[in-house]
Structures are given as C-alpha cells and as structure tokens.
C-alpha cells in the first residue's frame, strides 16, 4: 500500500533552515508528481512546492525564494529544503503524491521561533 514518511521538522529559529525529507512507497514515485503541503494551527491545509516527475518546480508566493523542493527518484523521496525561515512558517508539513486517490502522511511539525 502507500506510504508516506515524513521527517526532518522540528525547532527552528526565525532566520534558520531545515530540510525536511518525505519516503515514499507504494507507487511509481518516478512517474507523479510530487506535493509539500502545511497546515498551520486553525488554518486550511496550503499548497507550499510542487515538482513534476520530470523536475519542474513551482512554488507558493509566501516561500518563493526561500523554499526549494527537489526528488530523489532512485530513493523514492522528495525533499524541502527550507531557508530564512520566518516564524509563519510554523506548521505540520505533508508531502502528497498527484495520485488518483488521495494519500497523505503523519506529517512532521515545523516550529519557527522569532
């Protein structure tokens, strides 16, 4: 079945970095695109990056720049390296394949302090 691991979050100061890594299992990564998504407390679920089975990337306006998603398709695992982190960024982080039926993993929570 699919699954997706999530890790890599934690506490991070305002102005610091994190990168969080999501394995994934199931399905043939190499061929979906792949999704970050968070949720901050009392809010929607956003998009935050996407990347194309073929390393396309587009982002949310709030992270642009400071963001950047990548894949590892030999290690089925998709990737987020976070930079300038600002304490709105606080929120549990998804990663979430362009699958037919919807998946979604345990998440990782991001803490940025000011």
């Known amino acids: 079945q699919v699954q997706l691991v999530e890790s890599g979050g934690g506490l991070a100061q305002a102005g610091g970095s994190l990168r969080l890594s999501c394995a994934a299992s199931?399905?043939?990564?190499?061929?979906?695109?792949m999704s970050w998504y968070r949720q901050a407390p009392g809010k929607e679920r956003e998009l935050v990056a996407g990347?194309?089975?073929?390393?396309?990337?587009n982002y949310a306006d709030s992270v642009k720049g400071r963001f950047t998603i990548s894949r590892d398709n030999a290690k089925n695992t998709v990737y987020l390296q976070m930079n300038s982190l600002k304490p709105e960024d606080t929120a549990v982080y998804y990663c979430?394949?362009?699958?037919?039926?919807?998946?979604w993993g345990q998440g990782t929570q991001v803490t940025v302090s000011a």
């Open positions: 990347i194309s089975s073929v390393g396309r990337t």
């Open positions: 199931g399905f043939a990564f190499s061929t979906y695109r």
């Open positions: 979430k394949p362009s699958t037919s039926r919807e998946f």
